[in-house]
């Protein structure tokens, strides 16, 4: 069974930083589009960040372009969301995912159990 454990998540100042983990297989990390989505409160889910499966192309909603970094750790199969410079609106709860192929519609096979950010103004 694939397993993808978030964490990181937290309760923030707005204008601050938070590290976002997501650890999974080495057989899904290693072969796996990895992608980050975010729901907030009575909203639609919406994409955040994606990595290809050999982390060398990077894709970002606008809405975090510059401010979010997200990477590979290979020698932790994990995949990181650097988030800086956090505003009120990136509150959310915070979901990794894993595919195949890397799309921004949400469509991934696999989903971690999420981990909740709150921004505070």
């Known amino acids: 069974q694939v397993q993808l454990v978030e964490s990181g998540g937290g309760s923030v100042q707005a204008g601050d930083s938070l590290r976002l983990s997501c650890e999974t297989s080495g057989r899904i990390f290693s072969n796996y589009a990895m992608g980050w989505f975010r729901q907030a409160p009575e909203k639609e889910r919406e994409f955040v960040a994606a990595i290809n499966w050999s982390g060398g192309r990077t894709y970002y909603a606008d809405s975090v372009k510059g401010r979010f970094t997200i990477s590979k750790d290979n020698a932790k199969n994990t995949v990181t969301l650097q988030m800086n410079s956090l505003k009120s609106e990136d509150t959310a709860v915070y979901y990794c995912?894993?595919?195949?192929?890397?799309?921004?519609?949400?469509?991934?096979?696999?989903w971690g159990q999420g981990t909740q950010v709150t921004v505070s103004s």
């Open positions: 995912a894993a595919d195949e192929y890397y799309n921004e519609s949400g469509e991934y096979d696999y």
